[in-house]
């Protein structure tokens, strides 16, 4: 067990207080200047982050964040990311004045340019390329780990954290998360407080500032039953709490009660403080939210002079009315730092605690799970797609749906990852979806060997499926949270923890969007290695069917889409053999982020050299050509198809189309990202610019899904999609619903000859409009 030795002396209280009256300072200058951010809740949770930080309650290296057994805090509450700053500003200044009155190495902080927050940094608060508004997870504030500000988002991340240290066997390290009660009312929280007991999370943390203001005037007690313990204890959760918020004696006696207790039902435990938003800022609850007080106004300037008279501070400008230029918040800034260095004995105290903490990390647990054979991130046999067993491929004849291809994939690199590193490579997260998603392959066993089967309470410790409920917000939270857990001691050059998989019908993907923009977000500015995410849209489509318009996926798909290019992965088998190959190959690269669209109807293997179409392997590619041009003849043009049912409808009607006479080229769309990373050679022999100009598209989503593959205005007169008469779809048997979305083979036929035998009149269209541009 790690050692928590609990210090809260009458010595070590008299510091701390001093140390939260900086933290103060630090928080209100750069607010007035700024004139922008939260204050008062801010200011209501300095005790608390204060006794977390220095208390021993957790266990943490300010001078290495990225120490995998250091504990773990995530901002939930992240517009009070203030106190953050603040906290930080004060503790790396302890540091670095230890430094230089002593030279001794033990105070220095690994990375300082990049990692150290340091007073001078409070001037960018606010600014681009400064300090952010709200809390993110990067460089200077490697501190939290996760980025948050949206209310809610910050518990699933939490959780997800917890779940992969406890996975790994590093349940010893814990995970806090500091929230106020506003973010206690969205979804996520309940979802998430629902499936940590489920997953036996005790190892997590809740950490809630019940000051009884949001935004708007009245108490949150006053539209909400009951306080936050009754919100957690129904959902299992240990409870502990205080009345005195703002004092550390309290607040440190209930911590060490939490994390101290006997805990035989592994249960996850939450610690709620009483206290005054704004506490000591002049204005209180709500207007004391996101409102500070008037550039150089009086109340400003009071606080100042409180603290003056109480340590000696020389502020600058002191009662001034004009704005304030940075030169005077800078001297202002200093003069706090001034008290500081004054007080060497409080500088040294902090330092050396600090320093304490640090070395209380420990380096190594004995029950960790990962590194007994070495980093399977780095062996490339995992996705090496072409020397697969052939067990996993489908036999031409055979009826397989596409997504059961996700599920035999994801059960042979977990196979693979177990008999050659003793460890699985994903962990998985389904809204009681698993077996319908195919998503429990993850943990099922490959040809016979056994499974890693469900985590915790209804599996073991050992399982790779969380056995979350229907959750598709908090499932992603998590899940897309395990990701970014490095336990690499290179954390810059490798990653070294799991890749993650969520899934869930495509039209409810919009309920994971929220924690997958986040994860984006952190992926992009992060300065060491981060996992993937693959997220599953099972069930796409109109071939859905019978389950009717409120669980088709069509348009509810384009929120994969809704990332900066390079952000994520898109891949749209249309057969089973095609998905591990799509998976292997999107695997391979550096982003992320892998979106599969995978359907629902089992459909049979093709026989694709009987056929003439290239092999499945031609998938990784993004788009190959199905059916080329036939020389000799007149061409008629070139149609995109992505999607199950309208690349089998056209597979059926390749001896029509060979009978009528229609010469045109169709190339399939597996994946436009994976199309972009192929050569510009092999691009230019897929799509010519002719094919550009003389071109539609046929697909199964709606039109706006391949905006990519529509070059001109005329392409998408000719296109054929499942929302072709703009209306949401009905539902029926899937002949039915297949026939009434255009895409059985009798509209695909349609469609074809009316783009093929219009092409006079096309080409024409394109002449005049360009002839127009000319004038």
Not at 1 to 15: F, P, S
Not at 103 to 123: C, P, Q, T
Not at 259 to 274: A, C, D, G, T, Y
């Amino acid at each position: 067990m790690m050692n928590r030795t609990i210090a809260c002396t009458a010595v070590d209280r008299a510091y701390w207080e001093k140390t939260a009256d900086l933290v103060d300072q630090f928080i209100d200058i750069p607010l007035n200047y700024r004139q922008s951010g939260h204050p008062g809740g801010s200011r209501s949770k300095v005790h608390m982050l204060l006794s977390l930080m220095l208390s021993g309650a957790m266990v943490w290296d300010i001078r290495d964040s990225d120490k995998p057994f250091g504990d773990k805090f995530v901002l939930g509450c992240g517009h009070t990311i203030p106190l953050v700053y603040a906290t930080l500003a004060v503790l790396n200044e302890a540091l670095r004045f230890a430094y230089q009155q002593t030279g001794d190495s033990k105070y220095v902080i690994k990375d300082a340019k990049n990692r150290a927050l340091y007073w001078e940094d409070l001037l960018g608060f606010r600014h681009r390329g400064g300090l952010s508004g709200h809390a993110e997870a990067n460089g200077k504030t490697s501190f939290l780990k996760a980025n948050t500000g949206p209310s809610g988002h910050g518990t699933p991340a939490a959780a997800g954290l917890a779940f992969a240290l406890k996975r790994a066997g590093a349940g010893d390290v814990k995970v806090f998360i500091m929230e106020g009660e506003g973010g206690l009312t969205p979804g996520a929280t309940h979802e998430t407080l629902n499936t940590a007991w489920g997953m036996a999370l005790d190892n997590l943390h809740f950490l809630v500032d019940w000051n009884d203001y949001g935004i708007d005037g009245h108490k949150t007690s006053d539209v909400l039953p009951g306080k936050p313990e009754d919100w957690f204890a129904p959902h299992g959760w240990k409870v502990f709490g205080t009345e005195n918020g703002s004092d550390f004696s309290s607040l440190t006696q209930q911590l060490h009660a939490m994390i101290s207790v006997e805990n035989q039902e592994k249960q996850p435990s939450m610690l709620w403080f009483k206290t005054r938003k704004g506490r000591g800022y002049g204005k209180y609850d709500a207007p004391s939210h996101g409102s500070p007080h008037a550039r150089n106004s009086e109340l400003y300037w009071n606080l100042r002079k409180e603290f003056a008279a109480k340590y000696g501070a020389s502020f600058v400008h002191v009662d001034a009315k004009d704005p304030a230029d940075e030169a005077e918040f800078r001297a202002n800034l200093e003069a706090v730092v001034n008290v500081m260095h004054a007080d060497q004995a409080l500088c040294m105290y902090l330092a050396d605690r600090l320093v304490e903490l640090g070395d209380a990390v420990p380096r190594k647990i004995e029950t960790f799970k990962l590194n007994s054979k070495g980093n399977p991130f780095n062996d490339p046999v995992f996705f090496d797609y072409r020397q697969y067993p052939e067990k996993l491929w489908g036999k031409p004849g055979q009826k397989l749906a596409n997504r059961a291809g996700m599920g035999a994939w994801g059960s042979y690199i977990n196979y693979l990852g177990k008999t050659k590193y003793n460890r699985p490579l994903f962990l998985a997260a389904s809204a009681d979806l698993s077996g319908s998603t195919n998503l429990w392959g993850f943990a099922n066993g490959w040809e016979g060997e056994s499974g890693y089967g469900w985590y915790e309470r209804v599996g073991t410790k050992d399982g790779v499926m969380a056995p979350t409920e229907i959750t598709e917000f908090s499932n992603a939270g998590m899940m897309s949270s395990v990701a970014t857990l490095n336990f690499s001691n290179k954390s810059k050059d490798e990653f070294d923890g799991f890749y993650t998989a969520v899934s869930t019908y495509a039209s409810f993907s919009y309920l994971k969007y929220g924690p997958m923009r986040l994860f984006s977000q952190f992926c992009q500015d992060a300065d060491h290695k981060v996992g993937k995410v693959l997220w599953v849209g099972a069930h796409t489509g109109p071939e859905t069917a019978d389950d009717s318009r409120t669980h088709f996926g069509i348009f509810s798909v384009g929120v994969h889409q809704l990332f900066p290019k390079g952000h994520i992965i898109n891949l749209f088998p249309w057969e089973y053999n095609e998905v591990p190959v799509l998976l292997a190959e999107a695997f391979k690269s550096s982003i992320p982020l892998i979106a599969l669209h995978v359907t629902r109807p089992e459909m049979e293997i093709p026989d694709r050299n009987k056929l003439g179409i290239p092999s499945h392997f031609e998938a990784a590619k993004g788009a190959y050509v199905l059916r080329p041009y036939q020389e000799g003849k007149q061409r008629m043009g070139t149609i995109f198809v992505q999607g199950t049912s309208v690349v089998y409808s056209i597979l059926s009607l390749l001896p029509t189309l060979e009978q009528e006479g229609l010469n045109v080229k169709i190339v399939c769309v597996t994946s436009t990202e994976l199309f972009e990373m192929q050569s510009k050679e092999y691009q230019d022999q897929v799509l010519t610019d002719g094919d550009r100009a003389d071109s539609t598209f046929f697909t199964t989503q709606a039109r706006r899904m391949m905006s990519s593959w529509a070059f001109n205005s005329v392409s998408e007169q000719y296109c054929l999609s499942s929302d072709h008469d703009d209306r949401w779809r009905t539902g029926g048997s899937l002949d039915e619903v297949l026939d009434e979305a255009h895409m059985s083979p009798k509209w695909v036929l349609e469609a074809i000859r009316r783009f093929a035998l219009g092409r006079e009149q096309r080409l024409e269209t394109l002449s005049q409009q360009l002839a127009s541009a000319k004038q």
